[in-house]
């Protein structure tokens, strides 16, 4: 199966701060990877499909980057609203996998 | 607008099975592949599978092969995930989510089913 490795598994964040998290496949995916982003008590959300497409209604503060083995979701001018657990999901092998996750918490 | 409304908390016995649902609106039914996404308290997310509900072609995870059963009722618009021989291992949230097009993502998700194992 394809590993997706995320660091950091948290982050200690304040509002206004760039925020940058990895996102690494033990195999060649493509930019067949998505961002999720989870709140507390709440279903995942997507945010960045495609490796670097931002969907609907997503705020152009959230940036996804990368091809290969390697991406990246940056979050420029971090907001409170955005504290939550983000995850990374590769779609181009089967089975499909998610990344353990990256944790923001305030300062 | 599309919605996806899974059923309640359920408590099995371990050995059991139990049947979750999903019911879906907003869209026709047939056009989405269905999949399942299961999220143990406190930990990451696993996909187990998918069904397409025109067809009933059924794509798992290797791991999930014997444990879930993907199914959809084409008269109701609902898409159904029995999961059986219940363990505690299997005690956490199942989340039906739908993509609209191969490459889009994960885009509308149900709230979620938390089913508890216990005796």
């Known amino acids: 199966n394809t590993v997706m490795t995320q660091s950091p598994t948290s982050m200690f964040i304040s509002v206004g701060d760039r925020v940058t998290m990895n996102c690494k496949a033990s195999?060649?995916?493509?930019?067949?990877v998505d961002w999720y982003q989870q709140k507390t008590g709440q279903s995942p959300k997507l945010l960045i499909y495609?490796?670097?497409n931002r969907y609907t209604g997503v705020p152009d503060r959230f940036t996804g980057s990368g091809s290969g083995t390697d991406f990246t979701l940056t979050i420029s001018n971090m907001q409170a609203e955005d504290l939550a657990v983000y995850y990374c999901?590769?779609?181009?092998?089967?089975?499909?996998?998610f990344g353990g996750g990256t944790k923001l918490e305030l300062k | 607008q599309v919605n996806l409304l899974q059923s309640g908390a359920a408590l099995v016995k371990p050995g059991a099975s139990v049947k979750l649902s999903c019911k879906a609106s907003?869209?026709?039914?047939?056009?989405?592949?269905i999949h399942w996404v299961k999220q143990s308290h406190g930990k990451s997310l696993e996909w187990i599978g998918y069904i397409n509900p025109n067809s009933d072609y059924t794509n798992y995870n290797e791991k999930f092969k014997s444990k879930a059963t993907l199914t959809v009722d084409k008269s109701t618009n609902t898409a159904y995930m029995e999961l059986s021989r219940l363990t505690s291992e299997d005690s956490a949230t199942y989340y039906c989510?739908?993509?609209?097009?191969?490459?889009?993502?994960?885009?509308?998700w149900g709230q979620g089913t938390l089913v508890t194992v216990s005796s």
């Open positions: 495609g490796a670097s």
């Open positions: 989510t739908i993509v609209v097009y191969y490459g889009l993502g994960f885009a509308y």
């Open positions: 907003g869209y026709t039914f047939t056009d989405y592949y």
């Open positions: 999901l590769q779609y181009n092998y089967n089975p499909w996998t």
């Open positions: 195999q060649n995916v493509g930019t067949n």
